[in-house]
């Protein structure tokens, strides 16, 4: 069985459109399992739920779902943030505020346990470090733990020694699943952070044990000039083009 594994599709209906085509070029999945944060700072935010909910996938909540839906205080983000938090709750439609509400926050798929932030606290919890890491591998059960919200791809490892230690996730290596316990982000579908543009998504063949990162380019211009049609914010714009 293959999996592809997504987090951050943040309304961005170009990029999100690109993976899917690369996963179907790359020989398609039987399921797709998102890690939340399907809308947020993008234009396209029914647009992005409605083309998720046309796939054989899971989902979990990100923190901008439950923003977008009144579940979380807005006072949490930052200004540009929150005025596309406010934005993207306008656009919804009942049957978008339904599935939104109704994410759950953790889902326990395979050996492995889906967050979005972190096992520790689902919501809002950033893992950027070993240190906060090494303490949020006490909170999952399964060998492997897969996160989104940094919008960076990366690994921490967590040995039988109960050492901790920390690695880029490339697209250039495949990630070979072993006795170690992992937590894995594929980094982000529509607002990467980690200096390169282009799309990120992962896919995990059972099969192989092997999760594979991918980068895909898609139109940014055309996600950018949405959001100056809509009046987003102008530092949500810029950052698409630099990948940060």
């Known amino acids: ?4 594994i997504i987090a951050d599709i943040h309304a961005n209906l170009a990029a999100f459109a690109a993976v899917l085509t690369d996963i179907k070029h790359r020989g398609g999945v039987e399921e797709v399992w998102c890690l939340g944060d399907v809308v947020g700072y993008g234009p396209d935010p029914h647009q992005c739920i409605e083309l998720l909910c046309q796939c054989n996938h899971i989902c979990i909540a990100g923190n901008h779902d439950w923003a977008a839906v009144g579940k979380v205080n807005l006072s949490e983000f930052n200004p540009d943030a929150a ?5 993207t709750a306008e656009q ?5 505020r339904g599935y939104l509400k109704n994410l759950p926050l953790v889902i326990e798929k395979e050996d492995f346990t889906l967050v979005h932030g972190s096992p520790r606290e689902p919501v809002w919890e950033y893992l950027l470090s070993v240190s906060t890491a090494k303490e949020n591998f006490t909170y999952f059960r399964s060998s492997y733990c897969l ?21 880029p996730f490339s697209a250039s290596v495949g990630l070979a699943l072993g006795k170690s316990r992992l937590i894995i982000n594929p980094g982000a579908v529509g607002q990467p952070r ?3 543009p282009r799309a990120s998504y992962a896919i995990f063949d059972s099969e192989t044990r092997m999760v594979r990162l991918y980068r895909v380019p ?3 211009n055309a996600t ?6 809509h009046n987003l914010p102008v530092s949500l714009m810029s950052r698409l083009s630099h990948g940060v």
């Open 1 to 4: 069985m293959r999996y592809a």
């Open 83 to 87: 005025a596309a938090c406010r934005w």
């Open 218 to 220: 898609y139109d940014i």
């Open 92 to 96: 919804l439609r009942s049957e978008d």
């Open 194 to 196: 980690d200096g390169d």
């Open 147 to 167: 996160v989104g919200h940094s919008h960076v791809p990366s690994i921490f490892k967590y040995t039988e020694t109960g050492a901790c230690s920390f690695s």
């Open 224 to 229: 950018q000039l949405k959001m100056v049609k």
